[in-house]
């Protein structure tokens, strides 16, 4: 499904079934025959011909109807933009200034438009433009309910502490939306298949700790955190099982490093991710005490993308290469 945008084919497949929690509302059609004045023979309205069929979605701020295969979509997700590239869906407006460079081409399509930051929408242009659909998550669902009042607007939020789940149900949540039941489907088959291969190689890795650098400071993440996905999903075991569970990570320490001594240090560059700071996390961590403990010794200090782990982090298909990120490094291939 990855094609590059020019070379996407629509596609035609039609929707199997509903999902749990998508409710399908047939408006292009109507029970009964129309009489001249537009009324069926029950007195009910009947939709006209070229009306479009809807979708009641639910999400993390309640329940949108959208319309079936919307043309002009603006997200501020890239979780959900990484399922919408995968899926073959043209994006008709995005962040431009956050853009990942995975997905560079949006920033630079002028077809795409600029509809503002994660934190702050050009709610004029959105005005403007009228999209079809909004999709706002995380760092811009605050915006929920001013967008919804101009277009239909879904959250994607995800839970971080049931965050692979949370990640697949939104990939499913946009299957009816795009009549993509087998298309996301095919995605999640991807993801369960990186995720038990990780799993298998996670059983003798030892343990293992994930660690944000920022400003030349450290914080840990445990299961159920942001980065919990490491260990609750690809089943590494945690070196420390209290850590503080939020969405910053528990500030820690470089002798908490050594005391810790994971066998395994997962690392995500924050300043890398958001092009802060004059330090990167190599420099960070390159000192005596870390150089201690198990992990440096053993070469095992893995500097995950951190365009995937912080910027993005979720999306079906971005998780999976976060799992491949990690399966890569404990066969010794990063």
């Given amino acids: 499904m990855n094609l590059p945008r020019a070379l996407r084919a629509s596609r035609t497949a039609p929707a199997t079934a509903a999902l749990a929690g998508v409710l399908l509302v047939a408006s292009a059609c109507a029970s009964g025959s129309a ?17 479009p069929a809807t979708v009641v979605v639910e999400h993390a701020q309640g329940e949108t109807e959208v319309d079936v295969d919307p043309q002009k979509i603006f997200t501020y997700d890239f979780a959900a933009l990484s399922v919408l590239d995968a899926l073959g869906v043209d994006v008709a407006g995005v962040p431009k200034q956050n853009v990942p460079e995975a997905y560079a081409e949006y920033a630079t399509d002028e077809g795409v438009q600029d509809i503002g930051t994660l934190f702050e929408p050009d709610y004029e242009l959105v005005a403007a433009e009228q999209p079809d659909l909004i999709i706002v998550a995380g760092r811009s669902s605050e915006a929920y309910p001013q967008l919804s009042e101009i277009a239909p607007t879904i959250d994607l939020s995800n839970d971080w502490a049931t965050f692979h ?40 890795a030892g343990t293992s ?29 945690p070196a420390v099982e209290d850590v503080e569970a939020a969405t910053h990570g528990e500030a820690v320490s470089f002798e908490f490093l050594l005391e810790t001594d994971p066998d395994w240090l997962f690392v995500v560059d924050r300043d890398a991710a958001t092009g802060e700071g004059t330090e990167n996390a190599e420099q960070v961590l390159d000192n005596e005490v870390v150089h201690r403990t198990t992990a440096w010794q053993e070469d095992h200090v893995v500097y995950l993308d951190p365009t995937t782990w912080y910027i993005i982090n979720g999306g079906v298909p971005t998780l999976t290469a976060m799992a491949e990120e990690v399966g890569a490094a404990l066969d010794g291939d990063a």
């Fill in 165 to 204: 789940d949370s990640v697949v149900a939104n990939a499913e949540t946009l299957a009816p939306v795009f009549e993509a039941e087998d298309e996301v489907a095919d995605l999640v088959t991807e993801l369960d298949a990186a995720v038990a291969d990780v799993k298998e190689k996670a059983e003798s």
């Fill in 35 to 51: 009489d001249a004045g537009g009324e069926d023979t029950a007195g009910t309205a009947t939709a006209t011909e070229d009306a």
């Fill in 209 to 237: 700790l994930v660690v944000l650098t920022s400003g030349g400071e450290v914080t840990a993440y445990g299961p159920g955190s942001r980065f919990g996905f490491l260990h609750d999903s690809l089943g590494l075991t």
